[in-house]
């Protein structure tokens, strides 16, 4: 399985962190590092250290979205955030990153495989492209 993980975090959130959230998602979904094949943001994101640090030290590509893109996938979010809209003006980021970019890598309509964790400073979410064969 091919997946993209979609990040959102706090200010100055530490690589740390996010990897071992994303982990742990990888983990629930009995996923591993090597199924991962990029990492998506809001474009809103693109001063945050941790997330480019994140990104390096997995040799993945890192795309940041702008909030147009990320509000179109706001019907397809399981867990939007009035607060998160307050601030990003998209009521999600990292399910909406996640499914917008796994749609543009892979074609087809992604599906969430894990909706937004969280740990103290950070979201993640899961998406792929189920294909027929893949299908359970």
Do not use: W
């Not at 979205?65 to 998160?84: A, G, Q």
């Amino acid at each position: 399985m091919r997946l993209v993980a979609g990040l959102g975090c706090r200010r100055d959130c530490p690589a740390d962190e996010l990897q071992g959230l994303l982990l742990q998602c990888l983990a629930e979904a009995g996923a591993s590092l090597h199924e991962l094949v990029a990492l998506a943001s809001s474009e809103a994101k693109s001063a945050e250290p941790g997330l480019k640090a994140l990104a390096e030290r997995l040799g993945l590509s890192l795309q940041l979205l702008p909030v147009d893109i990320l509000r179109t996938y706001e019907e397809r979010l399981n867990r939007p955030s009035e607060k998160v809209r307050d601030v990003t003006g998209s009521p999600g980021v990292a399910e909406a990153a996640a499914l917008a970019r796994a749609e543009a890598l892979f074609g087809g309509r992604a599906v969430l495989l894990i909706d937004k964790r969280r740990s103290a400073s950070a979201t993640c979410a899961l998406a792929c492209i189920h294909h027929e064969a893949e299908r359970p």
